[in-house]
């Protein structure tokens, strides 16, 4: 791509080695001999590279290199060998050394000797990836003879690398012409310019990864107008474009890219930098648009502006620059304009720009569909228009000619491809990407020519059809397979494993038939929401002893859960809910295991929730609800302190909910116990669960009161505004988020980090309701019905305004309605019937919407609309035993029919944290995994977010 870019350097150390290739006929001369041989004895060689260092002549020994007619050893190249140990000073008597070379070797961060600096002939100097550590010598400032120093890639993390605070004396090394000094700590050294700017003859500067935070905005004289090289990525430059940079007339190559914070607009002074063959502008800040002068750069090879704020059109860049092409310059190969905000149409005039190896136009706001004219790119090996607004039909004439491509990436677009059923591509790809690029109904039969790909998504396809016979035979390696979000057909090949995939998904088709068995390198199995049915293979652990991430759930899966599941050791996400399971839970959870989520909800697992679960102390995410599981719960859970969401409802556990939950388990979030078995009071533990959101202990047998201290449930005293508040707990894995699973999952994920709601309803609580419970402002649900509570309401409820749902029903409250209840400005839900309440029942807002009379029924002495029953201070007879309401006797019920709800106002939460290890970058990604919440919950909660807005 920029071949001619270094010419000038490997002309120069052509001189070097051309001068130096032949041995000296004469043999070495004596005291150079012995001086090598002390070098030799101070290095360390491991790999023993200098074993030819012996016998008389020491310019026949490996790496040296004399001068043919003096003898002198003027050239050591001892780059790769491994070396390590101390330089010998004795290297000091090699007068006439020109050339020292002592890259790709291992001096483990220590200093460079500062004697180097007293080689008064030295011309290059290689010390690079050598782990050289420490303060660069500024002795290096009196090789004035120097032409070439590189000092680059000494990185040995995270601070012994080299360092220097002030680069003066670089500007005595008057000859220099190449100056490489990447990954060194130049933060300190302000003045790095101002020394660089002292030596005309510099042709070639790397300063990446130097923490560079300064350049000068300008400069009286610029005296680097041979710099053809100009590497400045990956520092912490945040500033606009110098303007300067318009008198490196002469300049190659121009990077600037990644890690600086480069904002404002890029300059139109490119124009001028004729000479320009690649150009790195990527990941900044850029704005504005692409300056039209930059169609001038007609030598242009590589251009990358990606990852930056650049709005406006292409079309100036690429009528530009294929105006240049008519010219028979060399033509651009390379052009990288993702992740921008650039709009408009791709210009058909591409098609003049055929020389095109790279082209990256993703994520931007493009429309129009995609220029046939691509198809003429012969020499195309990547193609990326993914995440743009294009639209319309891509056929094989954009193809035609795309002889080389391997990498095609048309997601997230309004594209469908439509080709003939019996079109053979010219190209053999390896990389497929076409998530949400419409290809079916029918199974691209294409792909039949497509072997040897290592890549294929073709997920939310439309394609409606069985899976061909002939898809598993067409490759043997394959890193990523993802077909989800069909609906195909079909049963898979009892084994896959025979083909060598990282991760499949193949979740949300039509799938049916046994589970085929996946190879050993599988990594991530993602099968959900499809109809495979029969058991897991019983050695699932030693079959697949890599697997990360298992997700079968909503299938037909029967059977148990095989004991060597707890064999997998790498296993972190295991998600087999919704299936038809039975048997009992493995007892052979081990320490060694790192799950971090484990859901297995809505099965038939009986038994006990076995104590070697406690051992899993990884556990985020424990699912095991709506099944048969009895007993009591194992205390060893109590060691599962990083549980977050806990949702053991519709089971059958007994005893105690045990005070340890509150106490042991700080960061749990959903804690879930609903239609079980419990006996015994609600430990008032619970309220030390800071974090609590969700906290669900209804239809159990529980007694005694509501404890005071739940006014401390301090996640509940806030509104919940950010969707992902769950994801802050997991602040460490924040960072790496890169891809969020997409459908569903996420869809509920979002809106998950909003909810808050108690449930306590269908028990035998008893006493007050506790005054404390108004401070739990963030509420949006609150259900005590069907208990045994007494007393009145307590007067500040109104201060829970963003309640949405309120169920006091079928308890023995009495007294007035708290006319503070009017400020449930959200409410849209509330049911207080069958109670002792009296009194006038309070109006206005939105009580006034909840005009229902069910809401009230079963309370003898209340009055006023919506009730019938005129109250006594109007004028009218004392309110009598409510009857107007229609019939039935579970008014409740009715309310709750009438109200389009299911009963019981179920949160069924099924939240699942799950690491993920995920592609394309191979880093993890955080999800969860949220089920079957009831969609009044998404919907009012989504509308309660818009709200907050
Ligand atoms: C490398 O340096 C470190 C720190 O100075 C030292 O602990 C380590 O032993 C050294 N390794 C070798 C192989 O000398
Ligand atoms: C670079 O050096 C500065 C001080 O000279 C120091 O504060 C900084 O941490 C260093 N950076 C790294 C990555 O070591
Ligand atoms: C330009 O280079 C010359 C020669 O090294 C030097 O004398 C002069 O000071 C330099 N100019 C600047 C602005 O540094
Ligand atoms: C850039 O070049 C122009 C024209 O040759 C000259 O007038 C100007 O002084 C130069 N600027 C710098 C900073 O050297
Ligand atoms: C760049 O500088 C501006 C203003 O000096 C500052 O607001 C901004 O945070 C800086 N950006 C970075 C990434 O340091």
């Given at each position: ?69 003096s ?13 390590g ?5 004795s ?21 460079i ?45 995270p601070?012994?690398?080299?360092q ?9 090394l008057?000859?220099l ?35 560079i ?7 009286p ?46 300059p ?20 504005g ?14 251009l ?8 406006g ?39 003049k ?48 000619n795309?002889?080389?491509l391997?990498?095609l ?12 059923s ?12 076409l ?28 394609i ?27 049963s ?6 025979s ?35 029969g ?76 104590g ?55 960061n749990l ?28 202990i ?19 005293t806030?509104?919940?505004e950010?969707g992902?508040?769950?994801y ?13 699973m ?14 808050t ?5 269908s028990n ?8 404390e ?31 949405e ?7 023995n ?13 959200s ?22 919407t ?17 009730l019938?029953?005129g ?49 394309p ?11 079957d ?12 977010m818009?709200?907050?807005?």
């Open positions: 791509m920029s071949g001619s870019l270094f010419l000038s350097v490997v002309l120069f150390l052509g001189y070097l080695c051309t001068a130096t290739s032949a041995v000296s006929l004469l043999g070495c001369v004596k005291f150079e001999r012995l001086a090598l041989l002390k070098l030799k004895q101070s290095l360390k060689d491991p790999m023993n590279e200098l074993a030819s260092w012996k016998g008389i002549n020491c310019c026949s020994w490996g790496g040296v290199g004399c001068h043919n007619r003898g002198h050893v003027f050239r050591l190249t001892l780059d790769s060998m491994s070396l140990g101390e330089i010998n000073p290297l000091l008597e090699l007068k006439h050394l020109r050339s020292l070379d002592l890259s790709m070797n291992d001096f483990n961060g220590t200093n000797p500062e004697f180097i600096g007293s080689l008064p002939k030295l011309k290059y100097l290689n010390l690079s990836n050598a782990n050289f550590g420490g303060p660069i010598p500024h002795q290096l400032g009196n090789l004035s003879s120097l032409r070439y120093l590189d000092l680059g890639s000494n990185d040995i993390p601070t012994r690398g080299l220097d605070h002030d680069l003066g004396w670089v500007s005595n008057s000859s012409r190449y100056l490489d000094m990447s990954v060194a700590n130049l933060t300190k050294a302000g003045n790095w310019f101002y020394a660089m700017n002292k030596i005309p003859s510099l042709s070639a500067l790397r300063l990446s990864s130097c923490e935070e300064y350049i000068p905005r300008s400069v004289y610029l005296n680097l107008t041979s710099l053809a090289i100009l590497d400045l990525s990956r520092n912490n430059l945040n500033c606009t474009l110098p303007k300067w940079l318009q008198n490196m007339t002469n300049l190659n190559l121009l990077d600037f890219s990644e890690q600086n914070s480069l904002h404002g607009p890029i139109d002074v490119f124009g001028s930098m004729t000479s320009l063959s690649v150009l790195n502008l990527n990941l900044n800040q850029l704005e648009e692409i300056p039209q002068t930059m169609g001038n750069l007609c030598s242009l090879e590589g990358d502006l990606s990852w930056n704020n650049i709005t059109q292409m079309t100036q860049l690429v009528v530009g620059l294929s105006r240049c092409f008519s010219n028979s310059s060399p033509q651009i190969s390379s052009l990288n304009l993702a992740h921008n905000s650039l709009s408009g149409p791709i210009p058909l005039t591409i098609e720009l055929s020389s095109l190896e790279f082209l990256y136009l993703q994520s931007n706001q493009l429309i129009g569909t995609v220029p046939e004219g691509i198809g003429r790119f012969s020499k195309l090996i990547v193609l990326d228009v993914s995440s743009n607004s294009l639209t319309g039909v891509v056929s094989e004439a954009h193809f035609a795309l002889g080389v391997k990498e990436y048309m997601s997230l677009n309004n594209l469908s491809l439509k080709v003939n019996n079109w053979v591509p010219p190209f053999e790809l390896n990389f497929i990407y998530p949400s690029c419409q290809l079916g109904p029918l199974f691209p039969s294409w792909l039949q020519t497509q072997k040897g790909f290592s890549k294929l998504d073709l997920s939310k396809a439309g409606s059809d069985t899976m061909p016979h002939w898809f598993w035979s067409l490759t043997t390696e394959i890193m990523y397979l993802n077909l989800s979000q069909n609906q195909i057909k079909g898979l090949p009892l084994s896959l494993e083909i060598s995939i990282s991760l499949v998904d193949l979740s949300s088709n039509c799938f049916e038939g046994p589970l085929p068995r996946f190879g050993r390198d599988t990594l991530v199995l993602h099968l959900y929401d499809n109809s495979f049915e058991p897991l293979p019983a050695d699932i652990g030693e079959a697949m002893p890599v697997l990360r991430n298992l997700l079968v759930s909503n299938n037909l899966i029967n059977g148990s859960i095989p004991q060597s599941i707890c064999t997998m050791e790498n296993l972190e996400v295991l998600g087999l809910a919704d299936n038809l399971l039975s048997g009992r839970l493995p007892h052979c959870w081990s320490d060694s295991q790192i799950l971090m989520v484990v859901d297995l909800g809505n099965n038939n697992i009986s038994g006990i929730i076995p070697t679960m406690g051992s899993l102390l990884s556990l985020a995410s424990l699912h095991l609800n709506n099944n048969s599981l009895s007993g009591e719960l194992p205390s060893s859970l109590k060691n599962c302190t990083s549980l977050v969401a806990l949702d053991l409802g519709e089971n059958q556990i007994s005893g105690n909910i045990p005070s340890w939950i509150g106490s042991s388990l700080p979030v959903i804690l879930r116990l609903r239609s079980n078995k419990f006996t015994g009071g609600i430990p008032p533990e619970l309220s030390y669960l800071s974090s609590l959101q969700v906290l669900d209804a239809q159990n047998s529980l007694s005694g009161i509501i404890p005071r201290s739940f006014g401390n449930l301090t996640a509940m806030k509104i919940q950010k992902f508040i769950l802050e707990n997991w602040g460490s894995y924040l960072d790496n988020v890169l891809v969020y997409k459908g569903r999952e996420l869809e509920y994920s979002k809106t998950l980090g909003l909810v709601s108690v449930d306590l309803s035998k609580l008893h006493g007050k309701i506790p005054e419970l108004t401070s739990l402002f963030g509420l949006l649900a609150l259900n005590l019905s069907e208990n045994a509570l007494t007393g009145e309401i307590p007067k500040k409820i109104g201060n829970l305004r963003w309640l749902s309120l169920d006091l029903s079928r308890n409250l009495s007294g007035e309605i708290p006319s503070s209840m009017s400020s449930l400005t409410l849209s839900r509330l049911n207080l019937s069958y109670n002792n309440l009296k009194g006038r029942i309070p109006s206005g807002f939105q009580l006034q909840l005009n229902d009379p069910s809401i009230y029924i079963g309370n003898q002495d209340l009055c006023g609309p919506p019938t029953d109250c006594p201070s109007d004028g009218e007879s004392p309110p009598s035993r409510n009857s107007s309401i229609t019939g039935e006797e579970d008014g409740s019920e009715f309310l709750w029919y009438y109200s389009g709800f299911s009963p019981g106002f179920a949160v069924a939460i099924l939240g699942v944290f799950s690491v993920l290890f995920f592609m970058s191979w880093r993890y990604a955080l999800f969860i995994l949220v089920d919440i009831v969609d009044w919950f998404y919907v009012t909660t989504t509308v309660t818009a709200k907050l807005r």
